[in-house]
Nanobody, 121 residues
Framework: VQLVESGGGSVQAGGALRLSCVAS????????MGWFRQYPGKGREGVSA???????SHVDSVKGRFTISRDNDKNTLYLQMNILKPEDTAMYYC?????????????????WGQGTQVTVS
């Protein structure tokens, strides 16, 4: 499965962005799909994830601001980010997992996109 993210960019604090992740194959059979972010010099942090049953989880810092969703017909995962803050500035990655696991953990995922930069000033 190949994943291609888009939608990153620069925005002022309080603004919004929507990230998209298009998969090369059907995502209906993936157990987890999620968004991660990485700050310079740090490891990847789980931001939002959705499992095969549609259960959603978010890191506390984005609850109430970010929404994860997917369109199985378009093989696309989305991350709607509202009320953006400077601390949301990071490289954002889309990921998919074909196996059971904790959808918030990096080690669960076996497919990753190339990342898209989000900068909030």
């Amino acid at each position: 499965v190949q994943l291609v993210e888009s939608g990153g960019g620069s925005v002022q604090a309080g603004g919004a962005l929507r990230l998209s992740c298009v998969a090369s194959e059907g995502i209906m059979d993936t157990y987890c799909m999620g968004w991660f972010r990485q700050y310079p010099g740090k490891g990847r942090e789980g931001v939002s994830a959705m499992d095969i049953d549609g259960q959603v989880s978010h890191v506390d810092s984005v609850k109430g601001r970010f929404t994860i969703s997917r369109d199985n017909d378009k093989n696309t995962l989305y991350l709607q980010m509202n009320i953006l803050k400077p601390e949301d500035t990071a490289m954002y990655y889309c990921a998919a997992s074909s196996k059971y696991g904790n959808c918030r953990e990096v080690r669960t995922y076996d497919y990753w996109g190339q990342g898209t930069q989000v900068t909030v000033s």
